[in-house]
């Protein structure tokens, strides 16, 4: 593992604590007695990634995606969520303060010994400052799972929408072919001529930075993502 991508002690603790139920993680910043407290990893659904080449990045960039230089074995991969709540009242209702707070692509069950920044195909780590962070880029807080090789079609649903919105009367509901899941907190893309799935998440406004699980011998067992908390301190 690379000392300038390895994660410092503080995102390390993040990381394993944001994956295991009932950790808490701080506290609300509008309630300094209330803690944000992990109270479920579930599964939302499994992505097939056929070519074992993964791209991590928004489903909107018009860029080269963010294509990993790590392959994963081609196969079908659950992805887990980690969900938060922080209870509290608001204008007075209680309400559960729930939040996604990681999402996790899960490559294998094997334990964990080390967390680093993932580098995309076309990165120089050699440009790479210490302290700094590497991650796709996103000004639509959206972020996704996907096979590379099918990437045209699986976001092909994202494009029209975008066209569509543009050429379309003001006032128009205009959908996208995909499917919500989670009440919308996820939204999966499929091409089964592939197939291949792509699955949307919450990503940070700016940079997010792609996490890498790392096991004794250096494979990967997790991808992981975490988006900034709105309720956290």
Not at 26 to 43: A, I, K, L, Q
Not at 96 to 117: H, T
Not at 174 to 187: A, H, N, P
Not at 194 to 222: C, I, P
Request: charged share 25%; glycine share 8%.
């Amino acid at each position: 593992m690379d000392a300038r991508l390895r994660a410092g002690s503080k995102d390390a603790e993040y990381l394993e604590e944001v994956l295991t139920p009932g950790a808490r993680l701080g506290v609300r910043y509008d309630h300094p007695h209330t803690f944000v407290e992990v109270v479920e990893v579930s599964e939302v659904t499994s992505v097939r990634i056929p070519s074992g080449r993964l791209t991590v990045d928004s489903p909107w960039t018009e860029e080269e995606p963010r294509e990993l230089t790590e392959r994963i074995a081609p196969g079908v991969y659950r992805v887990d969520a980690a969900w938060v709540e922080a209870p509290h009242e608001f204008m007075g209702e209680y309400v559960s303060g729930r939040e996604c707070a990681a999402i996790r692509l899960c490559v294998s069950d094997d334990p964990i010994i080390g967390w680093e920044m993932s580098l995309a195909v076309g990165d120089d780590i050699e440009r790479l400052q210490k302290g700094q962070e590497v991650g796709f880029e996103t000004d639509t807080a959206m972020g996704c799972f996907a096979d590379a090789a099918a990437w045209p079609t699986l976001t092909a649903p994202f494009r029209r929408f975008r066209e569509e919105c543009e050429t379309c009367e003001h006032g128009t509901f205009v959908s996208r072919d995909t499917e919500d899941l989670c009440e919308g907190y996820f939204e999966r893309s499929v091409d089964e001529s592939q197939s291949a799935d792509l699955l949307t998440f919450v990503a940070n406004e700016g940079s997010t930075v792609v996490w890498l699980g790392r096991t004794e011998n250096g494979s990967v067992a997790s991808v992981v993502v975490t988006p900034h908390l709105g309720t956290l301190a």
